[in-house]
C-alpha cells in the first residue's frame, strides 16, 4: 500500500508561509488539560504549555498582536454551549470559580493582551475574532494552544476560511494522546495551514521585529 506522504505529495501541502502583519493566537492553555487526575487532562498539552513562553516573549517584544482564547460557560447548566456540551459534557466544567478553568501559569495573558470568550471549538464561530484581525490589518494567525484535534484544528480550518495564512507551532500544541495529535498536525499541514516548528516561527517573528527598528 502506498505511504500516506507519497499519496498527498503533489496534491496536498503547499506552503503558504507568513504574511506581513501577524498576530499570535493562544488558544485555551487551561488548567483542566495540565492537572493530573482532571477529566481533561493531556500530557501533550503540558509539553506544550511548557514550549509556549519563548513563543509568547518572542512575539511581545516584536509588538505583534498577542490573543488569548478561554471556553467559559455562563449560561445555568452550560446550556450556551448548546449540542456541543451535550455530545462533549466534560466540557461544563468551564465555568467561572472552577480553578480548572483558569489559564495556565507561565502563559497567562498580560496586561492589555485581549482575551476572547467562547463557547465551541473554533476561535472564530460565534466570537467577534475574525471581525478584529481584519480591522487591524492582520494576514497571519500563529496559533499555540490545546487541543490539536479539537480547538487547534477548528480554528485553523476557520482561519483560511475567513481570509487568514494559518500557522501552527508544532511545539506549542498538544493534545491528550500522540495518534490525534499527529494526525491532525498531517491534516492541517496538507489542507488549511503550515505547521511549523517553534524556532521558525520565532526567527520569522524576530525578523519582523527588526524591519520595524
Not at 153 to 158: C, E, G, L
Not at 179 to 185: C, V, Y
Not at 186 to 203: C, L
Amino acid at each position: 500500500m502506498q505511504s500516506v506522504q507519497s499519496n498527498y505529495q503533489g496534491v496536498w501541502g503547499n506552503r503558504i508561509g507568513f504574511g506581513q502583519r501577524p498576530a499570535l493566537l493562544v488558544i485555551d492553555f487551561l488548567k483542566g488539560y495540565t492537572t493530573e487526575g482532571a477529566p481533561l487532562y493531556a500530557p501533550g498539552v503540558v509539553d506544550a504549555v511548557a514550549q509556549t513562553p519563548a513563543l509568547i516573549d518572542a512575539a511581545r517584544e516584536a509588538g505583534i498582536p498577542i490573543i488569548h482564547t478561554r471556553i467559559l460557560y455562563l449560561a445555568e447548566d452550560c446550556a450556551d454551549g448548546g449540542m456541543w456540551v451535550k455530545k462533549s459534557p466534560v466540557m461544563k466544567g468551564m465555568v467561572e470559580g472552577n480553578v480548572l478553568a483558569e489559564f495556565c501559569d507561565g502563559v497567562e495573558p498580560a496586561s492589555g493582551e485581549l482575551v476572547i470568550v467562547k463557547q465551541y471549538a473554533s476561535a472564530f464561530f460565534g466570537t467577534s475574532l475574525a471581525s478584529q484581525l481584519h480591522a487591524q490589518g492582520i494576514d497571519t494567525v500563529i496559533m499555540a494552544g490545546c487541543s490539536t484535534s479539537g480547538c487547534i484544528r477548528a480554528t485553523a480550518v476557520d482561519a483560511v476560511q475567513h481570509g487568514f495564512r494559518g500557522i501552527v507551532v508544532r511545539e506549542c500544541v498538544g493534545d491528550r494522546h500522540p495518534d490525534p495529535h499527529n494526525a491532525n498536525l498531517f491534516d492541517i499541514d496538507s489542507k488549511y495551514g503550515d505547521v511549523v516548528s517553534r524556532e521558525e516561527a520565532i526567527a520569522e517573528i524576530a525578523k519582523l521585529r527588526s524591519d520595524r527598528t
